[in-house]
């Protein structure tokens, strides 16, 4: 889908990001959750795509992260990696995923790098997940380490809280932080965390910080797409942190309604956008059409009877058929044939509409009669052919 870029860029590794930090160059980073918005990002030049949990909100309308499960985060991780040719690729371990053991937190960041095909992970949680960390990392899977506010976690700290904003809760943040660099991490997202804290923790870490929410002194930043496109209606919270730098929601909302506007008024399809047929071939496809149409329509009696439909429960018996015939055509619910079903052993609905009775009494009109069980017939209706 879409053509690769005339120059295309140098793919970013683990290298790089070393790179830019140590320079001092910051570190861009977006979410995306799926081959668009993955292909945007990617195309914008993003350091880093991460496929952040934050999607079971805003790309599936959920209440909140816990909701999403692993086989859901894999189906994005893959739609993302399609796209992303050029940025360093993050997979957000879904909760309950990885908190029981490290072996089990070890394995589903397997299956994010084979299954889903990201070349990162990203956990959340400070000093009590270093060994999960270490157990990932040992294994050669790079780590995110997230820290500060866990939304994950959010029941536990009492909503979506800013963290570190007194001396014990900053000290804390710091702590994580550094348990998460002994661990193995090669970069840690700090979120909700006071400007000013942020900076402290950065200085006080060799690692990248990512920041959301948590000033602009750290190593680089993070946003939700869906977020910093505007792409929501308006009157949808959105966090302090957020710079809204566009309008996708009205954009897209003013193309889909002039859209549907061109439809009704039949301005769209124009010529331009239908594809053309020569003059000679259609000619004489019009007079296949009317020979077509005009053997259909010389069928015996055709537009003098009545067609009869109905919906039946079980069986359906039908008497005189032969005679019934080509006077009655029945309609099913797999299509319209001129023979009479008999011995239905499912329900197939024929037509809904007036009652039995009165389809009954229109073939009866016609010198035919039509046998049922009435139990059978749930509903009926005749007009003419």
Not at 231 to 245: C, D, E, H, I, S
Not at 350 to 369: D, I, T
Request: proline letters at 6%.
């Amino acid at each position: 889908m879409g053509t690769p870029p005339a120059n295309p860029r140098k793919k970013v590794t683990i290298g790089t990001l070393r790179s830019l930090h140590k320079r001092g160059e910051p570190i861009t980073m977006i979410t995306a959750h799926d081959f668009p918005s993955a292909h945007v990002a990617d195309a914008a030049g993003m350091d880093m795509v991460l496929v952040g949990d934050s999607l079971a909100m805003v790309a599936l309308g959920m209440e909140d992260t816990s909701e999403i499960v692993l086989e859901e985060m894999l189906l994005h991780c893959r739609s993302v990696a399609r796209a992303t040719k050029a940025a360093f690729t993050v997979g957000d371990l879904s909760m309950g995923s990885y908190e029981i053991a490290p072996q089990q937190a070890l394995e589903t960041a397997i299956r994010f790098i084979k299954e889903g095909r990201m070349q990162g992970i990203k956990l959340e949680g400070g000093k009590e997940m270093a060994p999960t960390i270490a157990k990932i990392t040992t294994a050669g899977i790079p780590v995110l380490g997230h820290v500060g506010l866990t939304p994950q976690r959010q029941n536990a700290l009492g909503g979506f809280r800013v963290q570190g904003k007194t001396a014990l809760g900053a000290v804390k943040v710091l702590e994580d932080a550094l348990a998460v660099q002994e661990a193995g991490c090669f970069a840690v997202v700090l979120e909700a965390v006071p400007a000013e804290v942020a900076v402290i923790v950065t200085r006080k870490l060799s690692i990248p910080t990512i920041g959301i929410g948590a000033g602009n002194g750290c190593s680089g930043q993070v946003l939700v797409q869906v977020d910093m496109t505007g792409n929501f209606p308006p009157g949808r919270f959105l966090p302090k942190f957020v710079k809204k730098y566009g309008d996708v929601w009205a954009e897209s909302l003013k193309a889909i309604e002039a859209y549907r506007d061109d439809v009704k008024s039949r301005q769209y399809p124009a010529p331009e956008h239908t594809y053309p047929i020569p003059k000679d071939e259609l000619v004489v496809f019009a007079e296949h059409a009317n020979k077509l149409i005009g053997i259909l329509w010389a069928q015996p009696n055709r537009t003098h009877h009545p067609e009869v439909l109905f919906t039946y429960k079980n069986t359906l018996s039908l008497t005189a058929a032969p005679k019934l015939h080509p006077l009655l055509t029945v309609t099913t619910s797999t299509g319209r044939g001129r023979a009479a079903p008999t011995g239905l052993k499912r329900t197939l609905t024929f037509s809904c509409g007036n009652p039995p009775a009165a389809a009954r009494a229109a073939v009866a009109s016609c010198g035919k009669a039509i046998k049922t069980v009435d139990a059978d017939i749930v509903k009926g209706r005749c007009f003419s052919g």
